[in-house]
């Protein structure tokens, strides 16, 4: 579980094919400045994290592990009521245990699922062409190239939700056979994953989109890791349709889907549990996708290229995990009382506003590079001057608001609201509902490790000026 939330190490171990020396400049900002320049030989789009495991071992592992756990979730889930204690004795008792349980990946059992999987990422892609949006031009990557979107996220996001209620209201297609075939999905996902993500490592050795592109000289940290940071294929952007159009809009596609099961199984009514639950995963799936292009100019697509760990952690690990409470709850969720539905419900939205609020306080101070108020002040910042592709650039470190609180206090916030959209399964299940929350706190962990390291080696002395400001990563005086 830990070791399912290691990133990539520095680039000593991910060389660039080119690379060349940068720099880093900084000032202080407002009344007083300071500068400093050192030689950067290092690839700062990297960073190192909190976590070990990270050359050839660590990802072959991974390889071999997450795969099963997938459908040991779902199992432990539907078979168990999340009881992991039981699926380990009976593992413990029948060595073969979790092959009699994978569920097939061909034949005819598999055809619904296939059916299901190829519908909807076709569908996904086909919004991603015809549906209209502003152009949004990302940040400049080192090498100099500036990815292009097309921001229609949002709208995509209505409407596939909207086809997914007309279908169910005019009995279509029953939408409750998700849940029940979601192990034959899961199964089907992970044999699609490992191919499309041996497409992707055969495409960037023979023909990467971009000159960003990088290895390891090892083949399993290439698969791993991958190769292309900006894979397109037939212009189709890659990361886009694996992380947004599929893992994030599946987020709530499964979610629905769940809890129609739970009305079928609960005489037509909607366990009250249930509704907390998917109405506060609603909202902040939502709010991704009205910030969507922010989290194109975020870690997961600056840094991390596209590789077993991006794609099929997309494609299989979000589908899986970031569901398994929704799915946990859909038949074995406790009763709430008014008062805990309330409670919960409230806690979560405030925590996901929260979560929003940090987002949009750094995204309008970037905008408009400073010119604006924060908490009706002007904010406080620090300049921080780089080299990127030949040219210096600058960055503004943010001083007010949430960002003064600490250097990822929307980590905190985001962690805080998934344990209260999973809080409606009470003490029920222990491990098993609250396996997200467990994860997304290692995760995000590990990931203000990785970036304080690449903030260091991009900004230099403005990162040490930033860090005596803000010390803590995460929560003051403990992170």
């Known amino acids: 579980i830990i070791m399912a939330a290691t990133r990539r190490s520095s680039s000593r171990s991910r060389p660039l094919k080119s690379s060349s020396p940068s720099s880093s400049t900084s000032s202080l900002s407002s009344s007083s400045s300071s500068s400093s320049t050192e030689d950067k030989t290092a690839d700062w789009s990297s960073g190192a994290g909190a976590l070990p495991g990270r050359e050839a071992i660590g990802p072959l592992l991974l390889m071999l592990v997450t795969p099963p756990f997938s459908i040991v979730l779902w199992y432990t889930s539907s078979v168990l009521k999340g009881d992991f204690m039981s699926f380990l004795s009976q593992l413990v008792t029948n060595p073969t245990f979790l092959y009699t349980i994978w569920p097939s990946f061909y034949g005819p059992s598999s055809y619904e699922s296939w059916k299901l999987i190829l519908t909807f990422m076709t569908f996904q892609l086909l919004l991603m062409k015809v549906v209209p949006g502003s152009t949004f031009r990302a940040t400049t990557t080192p090498s100099g190239h500036v990815p292009i979107y097309k921001a229609n996220g949002m709208a995509c996001y209505i409407i596939t939700l909207l086809t997914l209620i007309f279908i169910d209201f005019f009995s279509l297609y029953d939408i409750s056979k998700v849940y029940v075939n979601f192990g034959s999905i899961l199964s089907c996902l992970n044999v699609f994953a490992f191919a499309f993500c041996l497409m992707l490592y055969v495409k960037g050795v023979i023909s990467p989109s971009t000159s960003d592109s990088g290895t390891n000289g090892n083949a399993v940290l290439d698969y791993y890791w991958g190769l292309d940071l900006y894979p397109r294929i037939f212009?189709?952007?890659?990361?886009?349709?694996?992380?947004?159009r599929c893992g994030m809009m599946f987020w709530s596609v499964g979610e629905i889907?769940?809890?129609?099961?739970?009305?079928?199984?609960?005489?037509?009514?909607?366990?009250?549990?249930?509704?907390?639950?998917?109405v506060l995963q609603l909202v902040y799936v939502f709010k991704f996708f009205h910030w969507e292009m922010g989290y194109m100019c975020s870690m997961d697509i600056q840094v991390d290229r596209a590789g077993y760990y991006l794609c099929w952690g997309c494609l299989v690990w979000v589908p899986s995990v970031y569901t398994s409470h929704t799915f946990y709850l859909a038949t074995n969720g406790p009763d709430l009382t008014d008062v805990q539905?309330?409670?919960?419900?409230?806690?979560?939205?405030?925590?996901?506003?929260?979560?929003?609020?940090?987002?949009?306080q750094r995204f309008i101070f970037r905008q408009t590079k400073g010119d604006c108020t924060i908490l009706t002040k002007s904010p406080k910042f620090i300049k921080a001057t780089y080299t990127s592709a030949g040219k210096e650039r600058e960055s503004l470190l943010l001083l007010s608001g949430w960002w003064g609180f600490s250097k990822h206090a929307g980590y905190m916030f985001e962690v805080s609201a998934s344990f209260f959209w999973s809080a409606p399964a009470l003490a029920s299940g222990l491990v098993c509902p609250y396996f997200y929350v467990i994860f997304l706190t290692i995760l995000l962990v590990d990931r203000s490790f990785r970036d304080d390291n690449k903030c260091k080696a991009k900004y230099g002395k403005a990162w040490e000026e930033y860090s005596e400001q803000v010390p803590y990563k995460i929560i003051p005086g403990v992170l």
């Open 341 to 360: 539905a309330v409670v919960i419900f409230a806690l979560g939205m405030l925590m996901i506003w929260m979560n929003y609020d940090a987002d949009w």
């Open 257 to 278: 889907c769940f809890a129609k099961h739970a009305m079928n199984v609960n005489g037509g009514v909607l366990p009250v549990g249930v509704w907390v639950n998917v």
């Open 235 to 244: 212009g189709w952007d890659v990361k886009q349709f694996t992380n947004c």
